[in-house]
């Protein structure tokens, strides 16, 4: 099993949990459940695949991925009530996710030839999108949109890493591990102490 | 014309009447409730293709999809305010519209020989894409959100329903009208008497 | 470079820097400028290649439209301070960058042969679909939605304009130069004189 299939396999069971977390905030049924964790923990590896001409997309020709997504939402179904904060338990997994996710999207690119800034593109595409989907159709905010937080600079910064580590002539493995690290401890580091970008504030919108 | 092209054709047409009276809540003028109304007509069927790797999507190369979803808005344009309540008959005529999706989905993916877990995910994400779509871009809470509704469990016993009666050796096309029976009773048992799964409910979000 | 690249080129950079406005309202950090300038610009004509099979999608394989995009976020997350009225600049931008994608989708979909339905639709959906991406992720009320303004109509009026004066044996880009015309007339109209369309408005929605 290739070290891409490996990460795209984690990154859809993290995401599917957070996706099971965000349909319990809005009180949906057991298949409501599996409905949201399949979109979020599919969605940015089914963009990423749609944009480079993978065909098919990763999980259609492999059921474990849905089947994956399907156990978790359902193991969230039965258990999210014995957690003290979904929502917290919900961004620490999200934030997990998007690091695993941004290294699954810049290995594929990496494994197509795309060229450098397309294979950052990619992480970021792949890393955010799930996540986002299920914002909107949960009607949540964001977590992408929260002010003040790293989040796609999170994955920015991570894919990026990954890039550079490889530039170095380190396996790839070790270069994605790398890229999911920073991204990882950017994020997470935003979420306790706060670190931020200074966000465009001069003036209330208008 | 194939069994899968007249199901194709009958959702895009239910679905068409149903985007053009979202459009008709948002007081769009006749090209909004097009605009609409083919999104939601086309949407469901567009993202199975994508997924599926078909090639081109299935109202690219046959124009009349567009023209039927099209002229479905204007007699909608026309005649809505002649109607009792709009939001219901919007809700009817998305349940007839999941019932024939669910079926056109389910048969496309039978077609291209697809796993059985993916025929029954594509079942659901054909008949539930398009009418997410409408009400996300109409700002109406999602149909599928609604609690104590069966909406993506109606989708889902559909296909599944559809997948096992032609393991019994039924014709294909016999399958997929059990699917899509199955779907419409599900959907419109819930709407008239109530009936639902039991949602997540244990604690307000947090 | 072919009439339609650079149609693209110009689509991506106008729509980038609506989309580096729709950030600064949002108050996102300079990467969140990036990628929602990113989706924007590039979101209109990705969808355009999917639907029509064209493999990979246009700026997979060029790099630039994404630099371009980024750059232009950039100068917008540090310039956007000094404008009189961000919003109205967003939508004379959202204008100029309809006018453009209109022109950019019906060429894309004439040089595939589509059928006419198609290539208008094309039109419509490149033009539409960035600027919409961008107001249900930032949470705008979509332009597209605003009642009693011209937007897919003026699209659509642009689509239609150069379909009909290329049957008229005029050179491509002369026909596509004049449906961008006609789009921006009609938008810029609607948004100067208050042009509109009766809107559907019986009775209060129900």
Aim: proline share 4%.
């Amino acid at each position: 099993m290739s070290i891409t299939s490996t990460l795209d396999l984690a990154a859809v069971l993290i995401f599917a949990l957070s996706g099971g977390l965000a349909a319990s905030r809005a009180q949906l049924d057991i298949v409501g459940f599996v409905f949201i964790a399949c979109l979020t923990a599919v969605g940015g590896g089914t963009l990423r695949d749609l944009l480079l001409g993978r065909d098919p997309v990763f999980w259609v020709q492999q059921p474990e991925y849905i089947l994956i997504a399907t156990g978790a939402a359902i193991v969230v179904f039965f258990t999210a009530h014995l957690l003290e904060s979904r929502y917290n338990t919900l961004r620490w997994l999200d934030a997990c996710a998007l690091a695993v996710a941004v290294s699954a999207g810049t290995g594929v690119a990496l494994s197509v030839s795309a060229p450098a800034v397309i294979v950052v593109t990619m992480g970021v595409a792949t890393a955010c999108f799930g996540g986002l989907m299920r914002d909107v159709v949960c009607n949540e905010v964001p977590l992408i949109l929260k002010p003040g937080e790293l989040y796609a600079t999170a994955a920015f910064a991570g894919s990026l890493t990954a890039l550079l580590v490889l530039w170095l002539a380190v396996p790839t493995f070790i270069a994605l591990l790398a890229g999911a690290a920073v991204t990882f401890l950017l994020r997470a580091g935003s979420m306790v102490f706060g670190w931020q970008l200074p966000a465009y504030k001069s003036r209330p919108p208008r």
